[in-house]
């Protein structure tokens, strides 16, 4: 079964920068999209970034537009979240989710992904 393990997340001072590491384990990424999905508190899990086995990235949030970047590694089968100019809105747990499908959905569904992380916090003080 793939399990997904996220790390990098931590406090960062607005204005600040994170990467954030999606490593899989058990199988292959190559398979799958990914997607980079958060939970502020007392909010629903929303999508951030999806990133096809193409490489192709889908932006699920126009706050992040600009300042977060989605790549893959399939050789470390690890997926990234480049997170610039991090702003206190930003501050949430982030997951990252594995569906078996090659291309990203137009608009996240919580439903559709197959597997997820446990998360990683980032905190981004006012």
């Known amino acids: 079964q793939l399990q997904l393990a996220e790390s990098g997340g931590g406090l960062v001072q607005p204005g600040g920068s994170l990467r954030l590491s999606c490593v899989a384990s058990?199988?292959?990424?190559?398979?799958?999209?990914i997607t980079w999905t958060r939970q502020a508190p007392g909010k629903e899990r929303e999508g951030v970034s999806c990133?096809?086995?193409?490489?192709?990235?889908?932006d699920y949030l126009d706050s992040e537009k600009g300042r977060f970047t989605i790549v893959r590694d399939n050789s470390k089968n690890t997926v990234y979240l480049q997170m610039n100019s991090l702003k206190p809105e930003d501050t949430a747990v982030y997951y990252c989710a594995a569906e078996r499908h090659a291309m990203c959905r137009d608009v996240f569904e919580y439903s559709g992904m197959d597997y997820w992380g446990k998360g990683t916090r980032v905190t981004v003080p006012s």
């Open positions: 058990g199988y292959s990424l190559d398979r799958y999209a």
């Open positions: 990133i096809s086995i193409t490489h192709k990235a889908t």
